[in-house]
T-cell receptor, first 114, second 111 residues
């Protein structure tokens, strides 16, 4: 256990559905991240939040909408997704968003878009 | 733009062998380098983190080295076991805190 939890662990949704992924960290960290891992591709950073403020959006389509209500919780709201969005979505947290701060990863949510 | 490359992409060895996984990166201006393990369909398990001022880190049968000037890191696994079978990911921490991953080495240790 890394102190970072993600729910749900598996999600199947249709292209017209709206769903949300949740991440919670119990480490007292101030930075949280969303990553996407598609088959046979390296992990890609999607969003970074530092002290609840979004500091990075890595050209992610607007059908992915992040929300960070406090430093312990991070959501990824999904709507009108495409089948190519099927992937493992990983959340991470760190003390702050600087380069010296180790990131701790959650177990991921396996998303399948039909 | 930082790029991380891992060689080989896949490796199959008999149980008991010592093995080396390689990682290279194009920009030596990194803060830390971290090795992760990922089991199929699962999240990431941190194995070793090497700070930029360090040359190596050890944990049990694992030893990771870092040569920033040449842009290389190696993960040495001693006396491999079937339970070591997984994908091993190398990642570097760039300035600004971005974590850049390689594509991984898929390791299979045969009994």
């Amino acid at each position: 256990e890394t102190g970072v939890t993600q729910t749900p662990r598996h999600l199947v949704m249709g292209m017209t559905n709206k769903k949300s992924l949740k991440c919670e960290q119990h480490l007292g960290h101030n930075a949280m991240y969303w990553y996407k891992q598609s088959a046979k591709k390296p992990l890609e950073l999607m969003f970074v939040y530092n002290f609840k403020e979004q500091t990075e959006n890595n050209s992610v389509p607007s059908r992915f909408s992040p929300e960070c209500p406090n430093s312990s919780h991070l959501f990824l709201h999904l709507h009108t997704l495409q089948p190519e969005d099927s992937a493992l979505y990983l959340c991470a947290s760190s003390q702050a968003s600087g380069g010296y701060n180790e990131q701790f990863f959650g177990p991921g949510t396996r998303l399948t878009v039909l | 733009k930082q790029e991380v490359t891992q060689i080989p992409a896949a490796l199959s060895v008999p149980e008991g062998e010592n093995l080396v996984l390689n990682c290279s990166f194009t920009d030596s201006a990194i803060y830390n380098l971290q090795w992760f393990r990922q089991d199929p369909g699962k999240g990431l398990t941190s194995l070793l983190l090497i700070q930029s001022s360090q040359r190596e880190q050890t944990s049990g049968r694992l030893n990771a080295s870092l040569d920033k000037s040449s842009g290389r890191s190696t993960l040495y696994i001693a006396a491999s076991q079937p339970g070591d079978s997984a994908t091993y990911l190398c990642a570097v921490y760039n300035q600004g805190g971005k974590l850049i991953f390689g594509q991984g080495t898929e390791l299979s240790v045969k009994p």
